[in-house]
């Protein structure tokens, strides 16, 4: 059971489903709005649409994000976004980090743990970092999720379990700066400027910095996009982005974590395949920095959906379906 916080910080507000509807009308389409419920697939069977633009996040389980492109599959409707294999293995972030990995990509040591009680706590190098294995939008992450021992750990892993009913994911924690890359597109994506996020003025500034839940339904964060780095650097992050990317073959969008370890190199954290698209999220910030409207980001996304369909291409008038 999640604790009340932050059980629907994955979901989209009828303010972002209304202005992803929006975009898509003033790019000439038509929109049916599709809700995400048990009569969906009913609905899929009776409504007649050319596309749908997907942003189900489904509600429970580790495959709760596949489920709306598996019905879309079996309907054979075409959708923006990933597929639900590339979905499923995104959202187990455990499974994600074997397939990046054996891609050259790097990221933290970790382990996965479903008790307490695992003597590879004890072997562990500190300090370690706290996380269900299959969340997102920083669900089950807080300012206290860093661990310094066995004892420390133990106690905060209780309280994951407790409440998020899953295995866990513990990491060595990278005490760096921390960034986040977007990417349009398929074959050769655009990568939109490097966003950091640093922590705002309410923040603590004695201890490293944490984007938990705290920090970000708080608004405690500030955002630098483009990143002030090194064009090294930069070269360095964007490569981990398109690599993973490429690696769990994602398609039209994905929004990849990645932050530096002690010694300045980055790793690979996280990626999310069905990034948020409300006006404050960090992929229209990023598109901003592009120099893109909020109109021509959800464009943008559809077109590189559409070009995966050569039937899609010719047509000039679309009906778009968007999923709340």
């Not at 009340?4 to 929109?31: M, R």
């Not at 650097?233 to 993973?244: D, P």
Request: glycine letters at 6%; one cysteine or more; a negative charge.
């Amino acid at each position: 059971m999640q604790t009340i916080e932050d059980a629907g910080a994955e979901y989209e507000s009828e303010e972002t489903v209304a202005g992803i509807a929006t975009a898509l009308e003033q790019l000439g389409h038509e929109v049916i709005l599709l809700p995400y419920n048990r009569l969906l697939p009913r609905r899929l069977a009776e409504v007649h649409v050319d596309i749908v633009f997907n942003i189900a996040e489904g509600w429970v389980g580790r495959n709760r994000e596949s489920l709306v492109p598996a019905l879309l599959e079996f309907y054979n409707i075409p959708y923006t976004g990933s597929d639900p294999l590339t979905l499923g293995l995104t959202l187990d972030k455990a499974l994600c980090k074997q397939v990046v990995s054996a891609a050259g990509v790097p990221t933290p040591k970790g382990v996965v743990v479903t008790n307490p009680a695992d003597s590879r706590l004890d072997e562990l190098e500190y300090p370690v970092f706290i996380k269900p294995n299959a969340e997102g939008s920083s669900k089950g992450i807080r300012s206290w999720s860093r661990a310094h021992n066995p004892v420390e750990l133990r106690e905060k892993l209780a309280w994951v379990l407790e409440h998020y009913r899953q295995p866990v994911l513990i990491e060595e924690f990278l005490p760096g700066r921390e960034f986040t890359v977007a990417l349009i597109g398929n074959e050769n994506p655009r990568i939109l400027p490097v966003m950091e996020i640093l922590p705002g003025d309410q923040c603590l500034q004695d201890t490293a910095f944490v984007y938990s839940f705290e920090v970000k339904s708080g608004n405690l964060e500030r955002f630098s996009c483009p990143a002030a780095v090194d064009p090294p650097l930069l070269a360095q992050i964007q490569q981990i982005a398109l690599q993973v990317f490429t690696a769990v073959e994602c398609r039209d969008v994905a929004r990849i974590d990645i932050r530096l370890d002690g010694a300045g190199n980055p790793k690979f954290l996280e990626i999310n395949p069905l990034p948020g698209l409300s006006r404050v999220s960090l992929l229209p910030l990023e598109a901003h920095a592009a120099g893109m409207s909020f109109a021509q980001l959800v464009g943008a996304i559809l077109s590189a959906a559409v070009s995966r369909y050569p039937h899609l291409n010719d047509r000039i008038f679309l009906k778009e379906a968007a999923l709340s």
